[in-house]
């Protein structure tokens, strides 16, 4: 996952730097706008993987283009952290009779467990400008495909596990994988200065996934698939569109 959000944030950097195209006025009409953003949020996780996950948080980023017409294109990478993890016999084959977890000095483990997964999509969508409004502003619905995964994530503060070290940490992390589609629907804003650029609303994932582990070391069972895997969030982000206005000083956004 790592190494996959590396590569998305060089290939969205690679757009910052692109060179951008001269446009008019926001309010005078409707642009063509190529630009990056960033989003957060939270949310929680429902079918199949609510059995496993809980709520918490999301980051994302993504790179879109705007069309005159008001449709929008491009791709979006979407990361979930700090899921709390209910997952059914979790670590109990590492676990002491009184429920404690010892490390490799003897210790009792100061351990963090957390749901994490990475939604990647190429999305497509319009922006339904408000009568008498910015018609660069209004309702924006997206939908999106693509593949979604997800696995549970161990951090320990203080000595080491071995147990959660490679390679047995593969046999309780839960590696799921599978495709994906996503719906959303919040209030797009452009503005005419250019500085202020947003959009909110609420995300909807929808995934059919494969377990991607022979066996789960601590409950000695196989996950059974195929899993209805679903989420759904409420999502904020910050917009940098790749223009600048025209006028006797340029600016870049």
């Not at 909807?204 to 022979?214: G, S």
């Amino acid at each position: 996952m790592k190494y996959t959000a590396f590569a998305s944030l060089c290939f969205l950097w690679s757009f910052m730097c692109a060179p951008s195209v001269a446009q008019r006025s926001v309010r005078d009409s409707s642009l063509f706008s190529p630009h990056i953003h960033i989003q957060g949020g939270g949310g929680a996780a429902l079918g199949d993987l609510g059995d496993r996950f809980g709520s918490g948080g999301a980051f994302g980023a993504g790179f879109h283009v705007k069309f005159r017409s008001g449709w929008f294109a491009g791709m979006n990478a979407n990361f979930g952290f700090g899921y709390s993890v209910e997952e059914e016999g979790m670590l109990s084959n590492l676990l002491t009779p009184n429920g404690q977890l010892i490390d490799n000095e003897g210790q009792v483990a100061l351990l963090t467990i957390s749901g994490r997964c990475g939604l990647f999509t190429i999305d497509g969508g319009k922006l339904l400008p408000i009568a008498g409004k910015n018609p660069n502003s209004g309702i924006l619905i997206l939908g999106g495909v693509g593949s979604l995964h997800h696995r549970i994530h161990f951090e320990n503060t203080e000595n080491p596990i071995t147990q959660l070290d490679q390679p047995y940490l593969s046999g309780y992390d839960r590696l799921t994988w599978g495709v994906a589609v996503k719906e959303f629907v919040g209030y797009w804003h452009m503005s005419d200065n250019g500085l202020v650029n947003w959009f909110g609303g609420l995300e909807f994932w929808q995934a059919r996934t494969w377990p991607q582990r022979l066996m789960n070391f601590d409950t000695q069972q196989v996950d059974e698939g195929p899993r209805n895997d679903r989420l759904f969030s409420l999502q904020v982000g910050w917009v940098f569109h790749i223009y600048k206005r025209s006028s006797s000083v340029e600016h870049w956004y």
